[in-house]
């Protein structure tokens, strides 16, 4: 059932009176079934019958909702436009920083995943369409900052679009702060980057297919890199570092990664002193303090890229930091950094991430053509791009199996599909591996994933993959690869 432009430019509340009196739309869509919409009780009533954006209103009645500034970019972008073309479409949400460059890749990457799915067909012909949300801090969208804006963007993407899945956000606050704000609702969320140990323990301690865990990552869990940046330093390349001040952030990422570091360093015979910071203020003085310090080298902890170009700067001018090593983490190793911090400081940093693949293995090469064909761009550079781009094509494998096995297509659905694809028969993430995806899920068989980040294992006990971790310095401005630590 379709409807002309002209049933298009009524008021969306009297088309929605005119179309109860006249029992034409009921739930489920253009369909003939009990449910009036004017008596809607939920959002998702209003979605099914009008489509992306709906929500019903204190009177009873479906109406549009107010959009999102920070959620007006969709794929495809006609998606809020032509609700009615669009309303069959498995949308999901995606959230990141857009004005930061390296998460300007993460939603190309994720983009480029869905447009593969799309181009061999989708889920038997229903194909895929997402929600971009942004988390900037922007005065002229609002007065939230990264985490705030975080939460109210999932909480968006949930309650008034009704996605059953987000990818991110991406840093390990927003993450924890996003995924307790939906308040237990039957959302996915899963993120590419985040890697605090502390988001093990928001899912129930036992997971299973029956009760599965709504918050995945394709990132492994700092555990691993925590623990590398102490054997690292404790073995040292030409003299071993036994005495360490750590700035870290307050929240999951910075004190989760500093603990697991601690208590690695100081069982290995090491001294730590700890500069946790909140604020610009706290940041300043714990930057003072560990330059003071005495110690051999400092350890910087940060998810933010402003606030790590801001320590860069900071510390080239600070005599006390001439004779001190500088270890830097993850976030460190992204193209802003590289290209706006003071070039001195940059100098002296070692640092630890995710290990790369070797960029001529299958399923990697193939990610990087494929992006460079769309986007003109070399993603070789940007960090955790190939895990991004594994996620949402895990979120169209969850869909799948929700769609395939289960009772329809929710978070929970969508989990327990991604407790299959860690065992079974080997498939490469790739459009040409879709086909088979689909009919191993069809016969209810399980399949086991190589993605471009490598292979995703998640263990079955805590629903975590892992990785190897690579250690990096810094030459003319370029990541350079010390050497690779596996897990």
């Known amino acids: 059932m379709s409807h002309s432009d002209e049933d298009r430019s009524l008021p969306w509340r009297a088309l929605a009176a005119l179309a109860a009196a006249a029992g034409l739309i009921q739930a489920g869509g253009c369909t003939f079934n009990e449910l009036d919409v004017a008596d809607c009780e939920t959002n998702a009533e209003c979605r099914s019958a009008f489509g992306l954006g709906f929500v019903c209103n204190g009177d009873g009645l479906c109406d549009e909702a107010d959009p999102s500034p920070r959620c007006e970019a969709t794929y495809p972008p006609d998606l809020f436009e032509d609700r009615f073309e669009n309303r069959d479409r498995i949308v999901f949400g995606n959230v990141v920083d857009r004005t930061v460059t390296l998460f300007q890749a993460f939603e190309h990457s994720a983009q480029l995943a869905y447009d593969q799915a799309n181009s061999r067909g989708g889920v038997d012909g229903q194909e895929f369409g997402v929600v971009f949300c942004s988390v900037e801090e922007n005065p002229d969208l609002d007065d939230l900052d990264h985490t705030e804006a975080a939460v109210a963007s999932v909480q968006y993407l949930a309650q008034t679009i009704g996605v059953p899945a987000i990818l991110g956000p ?242 929970r659905n969508m989990a327990r599909g991604l407790r299959h694809v860690s065992g079974g028969q080997e498939v490469e993430i790739r459009p040409s591996g879709w086909t088979s995806v689909l009919q191993e899920f069809r016969d209810g068989h399980s399949i086991d994933v190589r993605g471009a980040s490598g292979e995703l294992d998640f263990d079955p006990e805590t629903e975590e993959t892992s990785a190897s971790i690579e250690v990096w310095h810094v030459e003319d401005r370029s990541i350079v690869q010390i050497y690779t630590v596996n897990p």
């Open 170 to 411: 991406v840093t390990s606050v927003e993450v924890q702060d996003a995924f307790l704000g939906l308040d237990g609702a039957d959302v996915l969320m899963i993120s590419p980057s985040a890697t605090s140990p502390a988001l093990t323990d928001l899912d129930p301690a036992e997971v299973s297919d029956d009760a599965p865990g709504l918050l995945w990552r394709t990132a492994a869990s700092d555990a691993l890199q925590g623990v590398a940046i102490a054997r690292d330093m404790l073995s040292g390349r030409e003299v071993p570092v036994t005495s360490v001040a750590a700035i870290h952030e307050r929240g999951a990422y910075g004190e989760g990664l500093y603990e697991v570091f601690a208590r690695e360093f100081t069982d290995g015979g090491g001294h730590v002193d700890e500069y946790p910071y909140e604020d610009s203020g706290q940041l300043a003085e714990a930057i003072a303090g560990a330059g003071s310090s005495g110690v051999q080298e400092v350890l910087f902890i940060s998810s933010d890229t402003q606030t790590i170009i801001g320590f860069l700067d900071s510390i080239s001018s600070l005599a006390e930091y001439d004779d001190k090593g500088l270890f830097m983490t993850d976030p460190a190793a992204n193209p802003d950094v590289m290209t706006q911090s003071n070039a001195a400081a940059l100098g002296k940093i070692r640092g630890t991430r995710p290990a790369p693949l070797d960029e001529n293995e299958g399923v990697y090469a193939s990610f990087i053509a494929a992006y460079a064909a769309e986007f003109r761009e070399d993603v070789r550079s940007l960090p955790y791009t190939p895990n991004v781009f594994d996620a949402a094509w895990l979120l169209t494998y969850g869909a799948a199996w929700a769609a395939l096995r289960e009772d329809g297509i929710t978070g």
